[in-house]
């Protein structure tokens, strides 16, 4: 059977294939440890939960409207006015099955063949396939590790051409934790608005922030920074719903309802249950997210000090989301010549899971979740550094 050139030319996600590895030996019995993981190691909130039995003891299990129930599209809206101070109505969200599948629709609207994306890295691993399907070319830019991954507005302004459609904006950053300031924001929200571009912006993690850092949008520029954001949020990370499945966009008018459109050929609806436990998630009580917040704050301090402590190995302070994100070129060589080599040899004889960073555009890193109970992380650390120290870094 011959398949389609658009999907010859995309890889599977690096991630997911990692948490199906670990999944694999677990079930082998071995003793393995995940640090490859993408999401919280905590049970849904409570009153989620409650949110999503209690609509189903009320019969709310039909089709919904595509782009979500009117209640859970107000609720978006809300937040983002109250964010940003930027009035949106119901008619500018969608919910979706995920933040993925936002970002997926989000491109299907945008990128024509030919089109250009601007995508600094590293980056999630979906955002140049998601373009590529779209028949577009992904554009990559580095963002410079001494600056913390922070990627430069005028890195951007140069990457850009007369066939750039969008950029790529995610804060904090999957994998490195970098987060962008409000000032460079704002500036490469005046490039968007200057060349007529879109910024499709990823705020998933933009609950977890640490030692003081600010969460920021391209909306922070005001009113007129409106047309050309598409902002994607997700309750799968802030709320620990990532089996849920509820994303949403919000931007543009004629945007959203493109978006709108498609889903309505795609998926229907996102499931109605997990819409009204989202509606929770949203306006309810946000104690869990602190809690959350607190533990990994705790871990942090843990996989810092102890990457630190390797040889070979560097690693600035990741400032959001709950990955650091390490340079491992100073243990790389003749025999362990890539970060795919190294992630291969963590697994191999550490039973420890890794992403090694070629899955994010930048060789010479591995992306450590520290999403992990303490003292697994701790262990699974322990088991990196003899690793490492075995290979006579």
């Not at 030319?9 to 640090?35: F, N």
């Not at 600056?147 to 302004?157: E, G, L, N, T, Y």
């Not at 909306?219 to 050309?228: I, S």
């Not at 997210?289 to 996989?303: C, N, P, Q």
Request: aromatic fraction near 8%.
């Amino acid at each position: 059977m011959e398949i389609v050139n658009r999907l010859a030319r995309i890889s599977p996600s690096a991630t997911l294939a990692a948490a199906d590895k670990a999944a694999r030996m677990a079930a082998q019995g071995l003793d393995v440890i995940d640090l490859g993981q993408g999401l919280p190691d905590f049970p849904t909130p409570p009153q989620i939960c409650d949110a999503g039995i209690t609509a189903i003891n009320e019969g709310r299990t039909r089709y919904t409207p595509a782009a979500g129930i009117p209640e859970l599209r107000d609720a978006i809206a809300a937040r983002y006015r109250a964010l940003y101070g930027v009035e949106y109505e119901r008619a500018e969200t969608i919910v979706t099955c995920g933040g993925k599948h936002a970002l997926y629709s989000a491109f299907q609207a945008l990128v024509e063949d030919g089109d250009e994306v601007v995508i600094p890295t590293p980056y999630w691993v979906s955002f140049p396939e998601q373009v590529r399907i779209a028949g577009g070319r992904p554009v990559f830019v580095d963002a410079r590790e001494e600056d913390a991954f922070v990627v430069s507005a005028q890195d951007i302004d140069d990457a850009c051409t007369e066939r750039t459609k969008a950029i790529i904006l995610n804060t904090p950053s999957n994998p490195s934790g970098a987060v962008i300031p409000p000032s460079v924001l704002a500036d490469i929200a005046r490039i968007a608005i200057d060349r007529d571009l879109v910024i499709v912006f990823d705020e998933t993690y933009e609950q977890f922030l640490y030692d003081g850092a600010v969460h920021g949008s391209p909306l922070g520029l005001g009113p007129e920074a409106k047309p050309v954001t598409l902002s994607i949020g997700s309750c799968s990370k802030t709320w620990a719903m990532t089996g849920w499945r509820i994303g949403w966009a919000i931007g543009p008018r004629e945007l959203v309802s493109a978006m709108a459109r498609l889903q309505s050929h795609l998926t229907s609806n996102p499931t109605s249950i997990s819409q009204w436990a989202a509606v929770e998630a949203l306006t309810g009580d946000q104690t869990a997210v602190s809690e959350m917040l607190a533990a990994f704050a705790e871990r942090r301090e843990v996989v810092l000090r102890q990457l630190r402590s390797m040889s070979g190995v560097s690693c600035g302070r990741p400032m959001g989301a709950f990955y650091a994100f390490p340079s491992v070129g100073g243990i790389l060589g003749d025999s362990i010549a890539t970060s795919d080599d190294l992630a291969t040899h963590l697994i191999d004889t550490a039973n420890v899971v890794t992403v090694p960073g070629t899955a994010f555009g930048r060789d010479g890193f591995l992306r450590i979740s520290f999403a992990v109970e303490n003292d697994r992380l701790g262990e699974a650390l322990d088991r990196m550094a003899n690793s490492f120290a075995a290979l006579g870094t």
